[in-house]
C-alpha cells in the first residue's frame, strides 16, 4: 500500500462517519473548515477538511504515510528482469502478449476469409 492509497482510505473512512484512521473505532463528525483557502509565498493552497476524530489520529496516520513508499520502488531492477526472463513469460516468435503461456495477443494480424470461416463450419458440421 503507497502513501496516498493510505490517505484515500482515511477520506473514505470519514465520509463513511469513522475516523481516518483504520485503527480507531470512533465516529467522525465533518467540520468545514472556517477558511477555505491559505496563501503562501509563492502558491494559494485550498484547505481541506480534517479527516480524523483527534489530533493524535490524524498524526498516527500522517507518521504512517511518510512510512509508506510506492510498492513498485521496492522491487529490484535485477529481480524483475530475471522474473521476466522465465520461460513462461518470455512470448513466442510472432506473439505480442501471453498470459500464463496461452498466447493473448499476436504480433502481427492475419485477415481470415469470411467465406473460408463459413466453409470450414459447414465441413465441420456445425
Known amino acids: 500500500m ?4 493510505l490517505l484515500q482510505v482515511a477520506e473514505e473512512r470519514s465520509l463513511a462517519g469513522k475516523c481516518g484512521n483504520p485503527l480507531c473505532t470512533h465516529p467522525f463528525t465533518w467540520n468545514e473548515p472556517r477558511r477555505k483557502y491559505r496563501a ?4 494559494i493552497h485550498k484547505l481541506e ?11 498516527f496516520v500522517q507518521q504512517l504515510a511518510a512510512q509508506l513508499v510506492n510498492p ?3 522491487i529490484q531492477p535485477q529481480a524483475l528482469q530475471q522474473y521476466l526472463a522465465q520461460p513462461s513469460h518470455r512470448p ?3 506473439t505480442a502478449a501471453q498470459g500464463g503461456g496461452v498466447e493473448t ?3 502481427v ?3 481470415r476469409d469470411p467465406f473460408q470461416l463459413i ?5 465441420a458440421g456445425r
Not at 2 to 5: I, R
Not at 40 to 43: F, G, H, P, S, V
Not at 53 to 59: I, P, Q
Open 109 to 111: 494480424i492475419e485477415e
Open 92 to 94: 513466442k516468435q510472432g
Open 105 to 107: 495477443m499476436k504480433s
Open 72 to 74: 513498485m520502488d521496492r
Open 40 to 43: 503562501t509565498a509563492d502558491n
Open 2 to 5: 503507497s502513501d496516498e492509497e
Open 119 to 123: 466453409h470450414e463450419a459447414e465441413e
Open 49 to 59: 477538511g480534517d479527516c480524523y476524530c483527534s489530533k493524535s489520529c490524524g498524526s
